[in-house]
């Protein structure tokens, strides 16, 4: 059996672990792993390359339930632990790993992040402690289109949150990297680009301002800011060369070719492990594992067959790296390369050679900028426009001059020249100040893009293939055909029958979208917090992705966890309007009374009443929105009191479909009255699973059910959709319906909130 194919078997057999809605159980793994020996050991390649599939795919879901085993059994109770510190995060948040548990060992150790304590003695990586844990699984916010936080978690190898209750340290000294990285970060800290040192020399996250952050991200700059292949490859080089060099110093019977590509390797893994051993780092090093083992075959490999051995060897020792965006975006930015320059060779001419390097390079990063956009408008919904001149000054000066004078800083500190490290670290950050003030000077590129053009990024590639196959003059149907198909959304008109209302998963908060004919109005604003707030992290994201320009705000009250976003998503679209019952300059009024009509849908305000303003819940405006056959009532966070109010002689208008559960579902909110008076079917509730609350309340649930509710709640279903037709209404979840899969599911104890 060759190499090749093998590698390509275990490819498509873990693969299956992105889409898979529930992982199979054990005994049926077990199953699978018999049936695919048996099937290998029969001397016929269909038979064998089945029965490797399914021992490949056994052991994929084999990794997966192994992932999954903490959260369904560690977290219904107190558990006394051995844990290893891998990483301080600051003084009351550390990641770590349970070796023991019970007095037994955990093979393979089970990542956590430990928060909201204080360890009794300053605390570093490599540390061990002697742990009573309070665990949870690891619970994600999940949208549409947005970050996928429980799938990252999972490819990270962290399953797992907690606290701990009682803590003894066992072992009190640091490891070698954590003492290593203490006294660099106090070298690099008198330096103005000393956190972006820290993190493409040790793989550190970069403690950057949000404007470097957004600069990034805006210039498609953000991969070289950060420990990666080409780092760790370079470093390889760098050793290679040196022994290389030796080489060239010692007899000839002495010289093995071997040599040099082996110590290459050696550092490769030693400067992985000195970063902290990330799973970038790691995948790198098994791909130069696999690259080493290949070429000591003494064979010639083709580009395509290396590729392939990599992404396998890096499946096999971690199945569950295929749910990682990092090693999406490194596996398929390698294939680009490869497939770029065997099918538009770069172009070859005569004149100097700086020309000819910049030509080179401006041939690279066309390629990129095109090639990539598929991967890029998947995992971040857009692409930058001004990435091909960034790069073209960026790729040169941090490859070629930043990351060797920090490798060179790096191993002057190690030996403790001071005089000669300072002066490679003022040139490595020069040379990043250098780079910012030029990025900075580059105008704006950054282009969202939404989720109707996915198909249209494939055309370059499939242009390519056309231009080489001379597919126009031999296929010209099928070219003109996937043109047509592939451009629909710009002759395809939107779909005006129906509406929908979305919850959005924001946590403990609340955001609403009614949305109709590619527009929307936003029923208040998610939450906000240092630094951040849901609008930018989510709701404009998810408002693009999904092609919804929203026409006017209705904020509920003033609480954060309800208006946190308005400023941000004011910035991105000031033409909105905006009603409230706050009074405040800029704000329509939102009082009972008020009615008004927007694409065909009628919105009235039932509450507070005009000449008796209130703040607070009780001062949360309640509106209807209805489409003559199906109504919606948003209630913000009105409680009890505010109720009683409302349906005095004002009942018989509250009558709705659908409710929004007031104040996520608390026990001082949905009385009995208000509950019966709506009569509606579904009810919505936006809350965060680990709330210190623990909202919803189980009686309030009980209080809708009873008297015929549906019940649905983002933190057990993520995003929560409505859709209304002249035909009635469906109910979308995101767990259970839009995106179905085995790392969306609700882990841990059943008992939790929500």
């Not at 009024?589 to 927007?598: A, H, L, S």
């Not at 709705?656 to 001082?668: R, Y």
Request: charged share 15%; with cysteine; proline share 6%.
């Amino acid at each position: 059996m060759r190499l090749t194919s093998l590698a390509t078997c275990l490819i498509l057999a873990i693969l299956p672990l992105l889409w898979l809605p529930a992982l199979p159980a054990l005994p049926f793994i077990q199953a699978i792993a018999v049936a695919g020996f048996l099937l290998a050991l029969i001397r016929h390649n269909v038979a064998r390359y089945s029965g490797f599939w399914l021992l490949f795919f056994a052991w994929g879901a084999l990794a997966a339930q192994s992932a999954v085993w903490p959260m369904q059994h560690l977290t219904r109770g107190p558990q006394k632990a051995e844990i290893e510190i891998v990483a301080v995060e600051n003084d009351a948040a550390y990641r770590a790993r349970i070796t023991q548990l019970n007095g037994k060992a955990m093979v393979p150790a089970v990542g956590v992040t430990l928060y909201g304590n204080t360890l009794p003695q300053p605390g570093c990586a490599g540390q061990r402690w002697s742990m009573t844990l309070s665990l949870r699984a690891v619970h994600g916010q999940l949208n549409d289109g947005g970050f996928d936080s429980q799938r990252y978690a999972l490819a990270q190898h962290q399953p797992l949150t907690g606290r701990f209750t009682h803590a003894d340290v066992t072992d009190a000294r640091c490891s070698l990297r954590a003492r290593y990285l203490t006294s660099l970060m106090a070298t690099l800290s008198a330096y103005i680009q000393g956190p972006v040192l820290l993190g493409l020399g040790m793989g550190e996250r970069l403690a950057v301002t949000p404007e470097i952050k957004n600069l990034m991200r805006e210039t498609g700059t953000g991969h070289l800011m950060a420990i990666s292949g080409l780092h760790i490859a370079l470093a390889a080089s760098v050793v290679w060369l040196l022994v290389r060099g030796i080489q060239f110093f010692i007899p000839g019977r002495w010289v093995s070719w071997r040599a040099p590509l082996v110590a290459g390797f050696c550092f490769a893994a030693f400067y992985a492990w000195l970063t902290g051993m990330q799973p970038p780092a790691l995948r790198t090093v098994v791909s130069l594992g696999a690259c080493l083992a290949l070429q000591l075959s003494g064979r010639l490999w083709s580009p395509w067959q290396v590729w392939r051995v990599c992404i396998a060897a890096i499946l096999l020792a971690d199945p569950l790296a295929v749910l990682s965006h990092s090693l999406l975006l490194s596996a398929f930015a390698v294939a680009v390369l490869i497939f770029w320059y065997q099918w538009v060779p770069a172009p070859r001419f005569s004149g100097p050679w700086v020309v000819r390097a910049v030509v080179s390079l401006l041939h690279l990063q066309l390629g990129m900028l095109l090639l990539l956009l598929p991967v890029q408008i998947v995992v971040f919904h857009g692409f930058s426009l001004s990435s091909l001149v960034a790069n073209l000054v960026a790729v040169p000066l941090v490859t070629f001059i930043s990351v060797p004078l920090i490798l060179l800083g790096m191993g002057l500190h190690l030996w403790r020249w001071a005089a000669a490290e300072n002066m490679v670290w003022t040139l490595a950050d020069g040379s990043l100040s250098l780079l910012f003030r030029f990025l900075t000077a580059l105008p704006d590129g950054w282009i969202p893009v939404d989720k109707r053009w996915l198909w249209l990024t494939l055309l370059p590639w499939a242009a390519i293939v056309a231009w080489r196959l001379r597919g126009a003059r031999t296929c010209p149907v099928v070219c003109v055909s996937a043109l047509v198909l592939a451009s629909s959304p710009l002759w395809r008109a939107d779909k005006t029958e129906g509406w929908a209302v979305h919850m959005l998963d924001v946590g403990q908060g609340l955001a609403m979208v009614i949305e109709r004919q590619g527009r929307a109005i936003l029923y208040d604003t998610g939450p906000a917090w240092p630094g951040g707030d849901s609008a930018q992290q989510l709701i404009i994201p998810w408002l693009r992705w999904h092609h919804l320009r929203p026409e006017g705000v209705i904020i509920s009250h003033e609480h954060l966890d309800h208006i946190g976003g308005l400023v941000s998503l004011r910035k991105a679209w000031p033409s909105m309007w905006i009603r409230s019952p706050l009074r405040w300059a800029g704000h329509g009024p939102c009082v009972r009374g008020e009615r008004w009509q927007w694409r065909g849908l009628t919105f009235s305000a039932h509450w507070p009443l005009t000449n008796k303003p209130q703040r607070g819940n009780n001062g949360s405006c309640v509106v209807k929105v209805e489409d003559g056959t199906h109504s919606v009532l948003l209630t913000g966070d009105i409680e009890a009191k505010g109720e009683k109010a409302m349906l005095s002689r004002h009942w018989q208008y509250l009558a709705s479909t659908l409710i929004q559960v007031p104040h996520h579902g608390s026990n001082t909110s949905s009385s009995l009255p208000l509950v019966q008076r709506v009569g509606g079917q579904i009810a919505l509730v936006s809350a965060s699973r680990y709330n210190a609350w623990r909202l919803p309340s189980f009686k309030v649930a009980r209080r809708y059910q009873k008297e015929g509710y549906r019940w649905l709640t983002t933190p057990r279903l993520g995003q929560l959709t409505v859709s209304f037709s002249q035909h009635g209404w469906q109910i979308h979840s995101l767990r259970d319906q839009i995106l179905p899969r085995w790392y969306h599911q609700w882990f841990g104890a059943p008992g939790d909130n929500g």
